[in-house]
Nanobody, 124 residues
Framework: QVQLVESGGGLVQAGGSLRLSCAAS????????LGWFRQVPGKEREFVAS????????YYSDSVKGRFTISRDNAKNTVCLQMNNLKPGDTALYYC?????????????????WGQGTQVTVSS
């Protein structure tokens, strides 16, 4: 079992940056792929980024590619999302997630464990 807790959300002006962190507890953190997703009211949860078990491979949605960077530190059991050049359309509740397989995935159904989310609000 993996438990995930997000932090780092907040209010930022368009063009600014935020860094989200997700602290994990439980066993076999270094063996699972991780992801970030986001959701706004009335919409389906949207894939943002994923990283494989070792951190050697990443996968991004087209909407954030070039602006966001996912990373992990297996020694500290953390995964981060560096968000640069934020836009109002990035406003959402951001979730970190873990799946019981080592490879990246952009599908919500592929993930087994979810955090509670951290709010990101980007003002224009």
């Amino acid at each position: 079992q993996v438990q995930l807790v997000e932090s780092g959300g907040g209010l930022v002006q368009a063009g600014g940056s935020l860094r989200l962190s997700c602290a994990a507890s439980g066993r076999a953190f270094s063996s699972v792929a991780l992801g970030w997703f986001r959701q706004v009211p009335g919409k389906e949860r949207e894939f943002v980024a994923s990283i494989n078990f070792s951190g050697g491979r990443t996968y991004y949605s087209d909407s954030v590619k070039g602006r966001f960077t996912i990373s992990r530190d297996n020694a500290k059991n953390t995964v981060c999302l560096q968000m640069n050049n934020l836009k109002p359309g990035d406003t959402a509740l951001y979730y970190c997630a873990a799946r019981a397989e080592p490879i990246v995935s952009g599908s919500t159904a592929a993930y087994d464990y979810w955090g509670q989310g951290t709010q990101v609000t980007v003002s224009s």
